[in-house]
């Protein structure tokens, strides 16, 4: 089945650009997400990339997909304070539709 | 359009007890996923279900959980006899009919403590 590895932390200075990177093992994903989650609180969908692409941008989000190297990432420009939050990448399982998540990364954002 | 609803947000329950989570899905939603999060993990996929069918149940514990999405009214998760290790965060996530269109949509989740 699908293997989602991110990393647990980051941490960077307000206006700075955050990366958070995700590799995944299955290939034949269609879609794949990142989504945000506050303390306390559900999942909010941040964006998605079809995978015939190699970029998607959306205002402060940048998302990036190497299908060769099976490497997704999300890039947040100019950082802010409300950006602090967990981050998953989630992939559908072998091309089904149940999602496989990260564990997340815990962005923090120094003022 | 009222997002994904989970009720209650928070539950209590002493061990043996049983415990029902429910899951209303999106407007036009025909699709309910529901996941579990332990504390500093990510979601983990229980079961997926379409009116009044189970579809896929390969993430469900074998014994004590149950879930329905009946024809009227929301799904319900079913927790017969919790344990303490049952504590956790459920979320319940709904997506729209039809091919290509699996985007999930969450809901705020209901914590579950178990006494």
């Known amino acids: 089945g699908e293997d989602v590895e991110q990393s647990l932390f980051l941490s960077v200075r307000e206006g700075d650009s955050s990366v958070i990177n995700c590799t995944y093992t299955?290939?034949?994903?269609?879609?794949l997400y990142w989504y945000k989650q506050e303390p306390g609180a559900g999942l909010q969908l941040l964006t998605y990339?079809?995978?015939?692409?190699d970029m998607k941008q959306d205002q402060r989000l940048t998302v990036l997909l190497n299908k060769k190297d099976k490497h997704l990432s999300l890039r947040i420009a100019d950082t802010q304070t409300g950006d602090s939050a967990i981050y998953f990448c989630?992939?559908?399982?072998?091309?089904?539709?149940?999602?496989?998540f990260g564990k997340g990364t815990r962005l923090s954002v120094i003022a | 359009n009222a997002g994904v609803m989970q009720n209650p947000r928070h539950l209590v329950r002493r061990r043996g007890q049983e415990a029902r989570l429910r899951c209303s899905p999106m407007?036009?939603?025909?699709?309910v996923y529901w996941y579990r999060q332990l504390p500093e993990e990510g979601l983990k996929f229980m079961v997926y279900l379409q009116k009044e069918n189970i579809i896929d149940e390969s993430g469900m514990p074998k014994e004590r959980f149950s879930a329905e999405f009946p024809k009227e009214g929301p799904s319900i998760l079913r927790i017969q006899q919790v344990v303490r290790g049952d504590s956790a965060a459920y979320f319940c996530?709904?997506?729209?009919?039809?091919?290509?269109?699996?985007?999930?949509?969450f809901g705020p989740g209901t914590r579950l403590t178990v006494l």
């Open positions: 299955d290939s034949s994903s269609t879609y």
């Open positions: 990339i079809f995978s015939n692409m």
């Open positions: 989630a992939v559908p399982n072998s091309g089904n539709t149940p999602l496989v």
């Open positions: 996530a709904s997506s729209p009919p039809g091919p290509g269109t699996d985007t999930q949509y």
């Open positions: 407007k036009g939603h025909s699709h």
